[in-house]
């Protein structure tokens, strides 16, 4: 979802004659904006869209919603090992109710019409709960595999305050790296480089620094994941 649009500043933007039925041509310094693009889709097709990533939003935030209010009000469900499942509702949650209309915004327009500030946070809130969600399968997978593997000594060890620091941790350093580098990137390199009505990850134009990221964000429990089931079928 990185690579989506941003608007500019209703200020910015002026507006010529360019023939006698006087049609506004809207610019800002040369660049096309939003009344210049046109709808990407069929109308028919818009709404069949828009219909379809409704129901699936619905379904979404009410599913996870579920999860939360009966981990919330059965005691008998609340075991440390359900923290993660919590923390995945959680995270599926906010995707469901932030990330996808987001997208579907941009899906059904062909361009960012939020700002900067809105598509900065969007983004970083996005990369976040990705993240989190990645990092607690991986704290799940490490807890199955210890369950099966050392499993009363393992069980003695895992108290609720010890899942909650592992949960906590897995929110907590996404936010710090995401919200960190998506929103003081232009900061950091003294401007900002996303183009009008465009909204997207400005580190994604630094290999090195993607590449980095990607190694340690997915392939690296990727690959730890992988190594504990391999173990655990042995």
């Known amino acids: 979802m990185a690579g989506l649009l941003t608007t500019a500043p209703v200020s910015d933007i002026s507006t010529s004659v360019v023939d006698m039925n006087s049609t506004e041509n809207c ?3 040369g660049v096309t904006v939003a009344a210049d693009i046109p709808p990407p889709h069929e109308l028919w097709l818009t709404i069949i869209l828009g219909v379809l990533v409704a129901f699936i939003v619905v379904v979404t935030v009410a599913g996870n919603v579920l999860v939360l209010l009966s981990f919330a009000l059965e005691r ?4 440390p090992t359900n923290y993660f499942i919590a923390s995945l509702a959680v995270s599926d949650l906010l995707i469901g109710s932030f990330s996808m209309p987001c997208f579907t ?5 062909g361009y960012w019409p939020l700002g900067e500030l809105v598509c900065d946070l969007w983004l970083a809130l996005d990369w976040t ?3 989190a969600s990645q990092y607690t399968v991986f704290f799940i997978t490490v ?3 210890f369950s099966v593997k050392i499993p009363a000594k393992y069980r003695h060890w895992r108290t609720e305050k010890k899942v909650v620091t592992m949960v906590s941790l897995t929110w907590i350093f996404p936010t710090l790296i995401f919200f960190t580098s998506i929103v003081g990137w232009q900061y950091f ?3 900002r480089t996303v183009k009008p009505l465009q909204c997207e990850v400005q580190f994604m134009s630094d290999p090195l620094f993607t590449f980095l990221l990607t190694i340690g964000y997915y392939w690296i429990p990727l690959c730890v994941m992988i190594g504990l089931y391999g173990v655990l079928q042995i």
């Open 143 to 145: 807890d199955r595999f």
């Open 189 to 191: 390199v003294g401007k």
């Open 27 to 29: 610019t800002t310094s």
């Open 105 to 109: 915004l941009y899906l059904l327009l």
């Open 76 to 79: 008998t469900i609340r075991q």
């Open 129 to 131: 709960v990705c993240l």
